[in-house]
């Protein structure tokens, strides 16, 4: 069913709601500061997906400034072009989506609530389609440059999940163990994720530190293996071996899900 299996703490979840929540209300009053006249159109519905990526995976690819900023941007462009050029709702909508996907996949800029900022362009009503192309300067680029600053603010007290993903990762590039072979080259990792012909939601530097404690797992399981599978005697002729049992396999399970916060960001 694709349910999630890696638990993540209750402080991390504490921090997505509060962080979140926090950032939408602040979209909410800046934004009717400098636009008071379009009331609630001010705040586009789409920010509150962005939200779900800025803070609760705020190091996933989808979440970095530039899918943030060009998906929304590029989404909002081609959603008032389409609405202006294409007079059947339905069609005009459809198309804005797809264009507008097949831009984010061009501009290596993906970013999922871009879907959502082109169909609010050509079906969100008169107090939209009167802005025309000012849709795009306001309220998307003002929306979206506040919940970046905002990601940031919010994000910078939290080490381990400071945004964007580059800030955390520079910041603990020594913190990485430093193991020879233990870690893929550049060239390996790309070429394992174009081998899947898919959009992975993992960044490269995640995957190289998932794969460092995926090898540091595994060297505490083969060491596990070493301890239990050794022979005893059992009175003067009789040897048994005692099998290895699945205490490694819940070894390895309980250190991955104590890195699964960092790891899977």
């Not at 703490?9 to 009053?29: N, P, R």
């Not at 962005?50 to 979440?63: D, Q």
């Not at 205490?247 to 991955?256: A, S, T």
Request: with cysteine; glycine share 8%; aromatic share 6%.
């Amino acid at each position: 069913m694709g349910v999630e299996l890696v638990e993540v703490s209750l402080h991390e979840k504490l921090i997505s709601t509060v962080g979140s929540a926090c950032a939408i209300y602040g979209v909410f009053y800046v934004t009717n500061l400098c636009l008071p006249n379009l009331a609630a159109a001010g705040v586009i519905a789409s920010m509150g997906a962005s939200a779900v990526l800025l803070y609760a995976v705020p190091h996933g690819p989808l979440s970095q400034p530039w899918p943030l900023v060009a998906g929304h941007t590029l989404s909002a462009c081609i959603g008032v072009t389409c609405y202006q050029w294409i007079s059947h709702p339905a069609l005009a909508t459809a198309l804005a989506v797809g264009i507008s996907i097949g831009v984010m996949y061009q501009l290596r800029c993906i970013h999922p609530p871009g879907g959502a900022t082109a169909f609010t362009a050509v079906m969100g009503g008169e107090a939209i389609h009167e802005l025309g192309y000012m849709y795009v300067l306001s309220p998307i680029l003002l929306n979206v440059g506040l919940m970046l600053a905002l990601a940031v603010a919010i994000n910078a007290p939290f080490r381990w999940r400071r945004y964007p993903a580059g800030l955390f990762q520079s910041e603990n590039a020594d913190d990485a163990p430093q193991r020879v072979g233990s870690a893929p080259s550049h060239e390996q990792v790309l070429a394992a994720i174009r081998s899947l012909d898919s959009f992975v939601d993992v960044s490269e530097e995640d995957l190289i530190r998932l794969v460092r404690e995926l090898g540091s797992a595994d060297e505490l399981l083969f060491k596990s293996n070493d301890h239990f599978q050794h022979q005893v005697s059992l009175g003067e002729s009789e040897k048994h071996t005692i099998e290895l049992t699945d205490e490694p396999d819940e070894i390895l399970k309980r250190r991955l899900s104590n890195h699964s916060d960092q790891i899977l960001r």
